[in-house]
Nanobody
Framework: QLQLVESGGGLVQPGGSLRLSCAAS????????IAWFRQAPGKEREGVSC????????NYADSVKGRFTISRDNAKNTVYLQMNSLKPEDTAVYYC?????????????????WGQGTQVTVSS
């Protein structure tokens, strides 16, 4: 069974950077699209970015476009989210999800696994 583990979160000052990782085990990620979502306290989970199976297509929510970069290393079975110019409104728990395809900046379809999330806090 596919398992996902997010890491790389933490406390950072506004304007700072973090790189999140979503590492998979139990199955290769080669055949799947991967998306990053986030959920801030009291808010619904929202899509942030999605990358297709080959890594040749990426999409971003308007709120992060130009600041975040999604990438994947299929050899390491890992997807990354490089986050630059962080803002307090980026504070949230960040999750990765494995799906069949990207539709915009979210992924749909099976297998639909989620990781446990990693906390990102942007504060001075």
């Amino acid at each position: 069974q596919l398992q996902l583990v997010e890491s790389g979160g933490g406390l950072v000052q506004p304007g700072g950077s973090l790189r999140l990782s979503c590492a998979a085990s139990g199955r290769t990620l080669d055949y799947y699209a991967i998306a990053w979502f986030r959920q801030a306290p009291g808010k619904e989970r929202e899509g942030v970015s999605c990358i297709n199976r080959s890594g040749g297509s990426t999409n971003y929510a308007d709120s992060v476009k130009g600041r975040f970069t999604i990438s994947r290393d299929n050899a390491k079975n890992t997807v990354y989210l490089q986050m630059n110019s962080l803002k307090p409104e980026d504070t949230a728990v960040y999750y990765c999800r494995v799906g069949t395809f990207c539709s915009g900046y979210v992924t749909y379809g099976p297998p639909g696994y989620w990781g446990q999330g990693t906390q990102v806090t942007v504060s001075s």
